[in-house]
């Protein structure tokens, strides 16, 4: 696992047994409502900079937001007898906290070390209802890495209240029109750290993380052809690995990381294959005289959605690893593409047209189940969050292509970044940290 920065958890008191969590809401339950959880003021330690600790509240802030399980009060929403109070309550008085207007209590503090380049984010997560402590931790890192800290924080929260942890520390790559090509880009869950990974000035489309997190494979049409490439974080090493003749697109790595399911156009058509993580040795899985297309394995490997045509339209089905038992999964729409199994095995999300828009939807893989998941403009590209609680995708709806997140029920509709527009082809990273 890849570790962007030296951030050690130093301590963890007033830790209940794992016996005692309890999951306090599920979010994509139907009845789901979020939890009202108040932040309280955090106290800048000593000499730390309080323009410091205001901005880290903020980067707070603004993840547990962004994970839709909550609704925030800030300090500035709590009853003036609570506004001011800075750092971390101690637990016999947190019955002076039930005013706030939330259930949990999320204090803390802030210290940057004397040499100006540590930081000690302290922070401690309380029950409101029921009057008790949930954790405490501390954190230690490099001053430079402090939204990771702070993510760490939201992670823990989530964790807690929910009994799996967030992925305030995963990566969304995806393509960014850029005159007439295409550039790969990366940025954090919350639409921070924008970075351009691509500089080819080519066309580079459908990125995909590798299964370690440490390079992305994308097809780019850098030779004249669409072959498939890796490159790391950094835009270097760039290589060629997957160039047979024609079409090299849509790749789809297998769990286990060794091998990758993709589109190929060796036959004048295009059909799914199967090659080894280094390009080599294709098996073709699909026969016939459709078109195949937009592999996606399932979760266990057993398994690979794909679209094919053979029906005279675009549908979406799915098939075994080794190119059996072909079952149609969509009867409903003419159009349906770009299917995405769901990290926990459950259901495929795709886009299909729905009158004159695409739309994202899901369904049952055992085709129960369809639901519709967005509304206004033409939405493509589903890509699931590595613990199936979200879902990445392109929209229109605001003009421009960008790309947007929302929780599997459709809630929690939002923009990653505050591009203008000629963003596609999102895909989320695996946990980083």
């Given at each position: 696992?890849?570790?962007?920065?030296?951030?050690?958890?130093?301590?963890?008191?007033?830790?209940?047994?794992?016996?005692?969590?309890?999951?306090?809401?599920?979010?994509?339950?139907?009845?789901?409502?979020?939890?009202?959880?108040?932040?309280?003021?955090?106290?800048?330690?000593?000499?730390?900079?309080?323009?410091?600790?205001?901005?880290?509240?903020?980067?707070?802030?603004?993840?547990?937001?962004?994970?839709?399980?909550?609704?925030?009060?800030?300090?500035?929403?709590?009853?003036?007898?609570?506004?001011?109070?800075?750092?971390?309550?101690?637990?016999?008085?947190?019955?002076?906290?039930?005013?706030?207007?939330?259930?949990?209590?999320?204090?803390?503090?802030?210290?940057?070390?004397?040499?100006?380049?540590?930081?000690?984010?302290?922070?401690?997560?309380?029950?409101?209802?029921?009057?008790?402590?949930?954790?405490?931790?501390?954190?230690?890192?490099?001053?430079?890495?402090?939204?990771?800290?702070?993510?760490?924080?939201?992670?823990?929260?989530?964790?807690?209240?929910?009994?799996?942890?967030?992925?305030?520390?995963?990566?969304?790559?995806?393509?960014?029109?850029?005159?007439?090509?295409?550039?790969?880009?990366?940025?954090?869950?919350?639409?921070?750290?924008?970075?351009?990974?691509?500089?080819?000035?080519?066309?580079?489309?459908?990125?995909?993380?590798?299964?370690?997190?440490?390079?992305?494979?994308?097809?780019?049409?850098?030779?004249?052809?669409p072959d498939l490439y890796a490159i790391d974080l950094e835009g270097k090493n760039l290589r060629r690995f997957s160039f047979y003749p024609?079409?090299?697109?849509?790749?789809?790595?297998?769990?286990?990381?060794?091998?990758?399911?993709?589109?190929?156009?060796?036959?004048?058509?295009?059909?799914?294959?199967?090659?080894?993580?280094?390009?080599?040795?294709?098996?073709?899985?699909?026969?016939?005289?459709?078109?195949?297309?937009?592999?996606?394995?399932?979760?266990?490997?057993?398994?690979?959605?794909?679209?094919?045509?053979?029906?005279?339209?675009?549908?979406?089905?799915?098939?075994?690893?080794?190119?059996?038992?072909?079952?149609?999964?969509?009867?409903?729409?003419?159009?349906?593409?770009?299917?995405?199994?769901?990290?926990?095995?459950?259901?495929?999300?795709?886009?299909?047209?729905?009158?004159?828009?695409?739309?994202?939807?899901?369904?049952?893989?055992?085709?129960?189940?369809?639901?519709?998941?967005?509304?206004?403009?033409?939405?493509?590209?589903?890509?699931?969050?590595?613990?199936?609680?979200?879902?990445?995708?392109?929209?229109?709806?605001?003009?421009?292509?960008?790309?947007?997140?929302?929780?599997?029920?459709?809630?929690?509709?939002?923009?990653?970044?505050?591009?203008?527009?000629?963003?596609?082809?999102?895909?989320?990273?695996?946990?980083?940290?």
């Amino acid at each position: 696992m890849i570790k962007y920065f030296a951030c050690f958890l130093i301590f963890s008191f007033f830790f209940l047994p794992s016996v005692e969590a309890r999951v306090y809401l599920d979010i994509n339950a139907p009845a789901f409502v979020q939890i009202p959880i108040a932040l309280s003021k955090w106290k800048s330690v000593e000499k730390t900079p309080s323009t410091l600790t205001a901005k880290l509240y903020e980067i707070l802030t603004d993840n547990l937001t962004l994970s839709g399980f909550f609704k925030v009060i800030d300090y500035s929403q709590l009853p003036p007898s609570l506004r001011d109070r800075e750092g971390i309550p101690n637990t016999l008085v947190l019955r002076e906290w039930a005013s706030s207007g939330g259930e949990i209590l999320l204090a803390g503090e802030v210290a940057l070390k004397p040499d100006g380049l540590g930081l000690v984010l302290t922070c401690h997560l309380m029950d409101l209802i029921e009057q008790r402590h949930l954790f405490g931790k501390r954190y230690e890192g490099h001053l430079q890495n402090f939204r990771s800290m702070v993510r760490r924080i939201a992670d823990e929260v989530v964790l807690h209240l929910t009994g799996e942890r967030g992925v305030h520390s995963t990566k969304i790559a995806y393509a960014v029109q850029q005159g007439t090509g295409k550039e790969i880009f990366t940025t954090d869950f919350d639409g921070a750290n924008v970075k351009q990974i691509t500089h080819n000035q080519s066309i580079n489309i459908s990125p995909v993380w590798t299964p370690n997190g440490e390079q992305i494979i994308f097809t780019s049409y850098l030779k004249r052809n669409p072959d498939l490439y890796a490159i790391d974080l950094e835009g270097k090493n760039l290589r060629r690995f997957s160039f047979y003749p024609g079409l090299n697109v849509a790749p789809s790595w297998s769990p286990d990381g060794k091998r990758i399911a993709l589109m190929l156009g060796m036959e004048g058509k295009s059909d799914i294959y199967l090659i080894d993580a280094d390009g080599k040795n294709p098996k073709k899985l699909t026969s016939g005289h459709g078109n195949e297309a937009s592999p996606s394995w399932s979760p266990d490997g057993k398994r690979i959605a794909f679209v094919s045509d053979r029906s005279g339209s675009p549908q979406i089905y799915t098939m075994t690893s080794e190119g059996t038992d072909v079952r149609r999964l969509t009867f409903e729409g003419n159009y349906n593409t770009n299917p995405s199994w769901s990290p926990r095995g459950n259901r495929i999300a795709f886009c299909g047209r729905v009158g004159r828009q695409f739309h994202i939807l899901t369904i049952g893989v055992d085709g129960s189940g369809l639901q519709k998941l967005t509304h206004h403009g033409n939405n493509e590209g589903p890509s699931w969050a590595p613990d199936g609680r979200y879902i990445a995708f392109s929209s229109t709806r605001t003009g421009g292509s960008k790309i947007f997140i929302m929780n599997t029920n459709g809630s929690n509709q939002r923009p990653l970044t505050s591009a203008k527009g000629g963003e596609s082809s999102p895909a989320w990273s695996i946990r980083l940290e």
